[in-house]
């Protein structure tokens, strides 16, 4: 089995509903993203896959999110959101785009709000 591994950044405001403390006011970060795609299949160039097209898919979901009020956004209006739940609506929207790699699946999306503090999700 093979993981590979892809990170990228975004930026983006947002306030942690019902938090007792500075996180409840408007506020920002500029979030690191690692996705961990997992392969046991290797191509004819023993690639898992190229990590151009994983780049490629992790930015589109970014581009949902990157200098936004994330808010806004319905994911958000329905769960705080918090570094935990980034890490959870990259992993729902970038698992269906990387159905289409035969025996590779997203495996976990680690996001970091600040260097010394990030959360994973993964199923």
Not at 9 to 21: D, K, T, V
Not at 61 to 84: I, S
Request: glycine share 4%; with cysteine; proline share 1%.
């Amino acid at each position: 089995m093979y993981e590979l591994m892809v990170e990228d950044y975004f930026s983006g405001a947002h306030n942690l509903r019902e938090y007792n403390g500075n996180c409840e006011k408007l506020h920002g970060h500029n979030w690191k993203i690692r996705i961990v795609v997992c392969t046991d299949t290797l191509d004819s160039l023993d690639i898992g896959i190229d990590f151009r097209d994983l780049k490629r898919h992790l930015k589109e979901v970014l581009d949902l999110m990157d200098h936004k009020y994330l808010n806004e956004l319905d994911f958000f209006k329905k769960n705080n959101p918090t570094t935990e739940n980034i890490s959870k609506f990259i992993y729902t929207n970038l698992k269906d785009k990387l159905k289409k790699y035969k025996n590779s699946s997203l495996k976990k999306v680690i996001s970091w709000e600040e260097v010394d503090a990030g959360a994973a999700y993964y199923e």
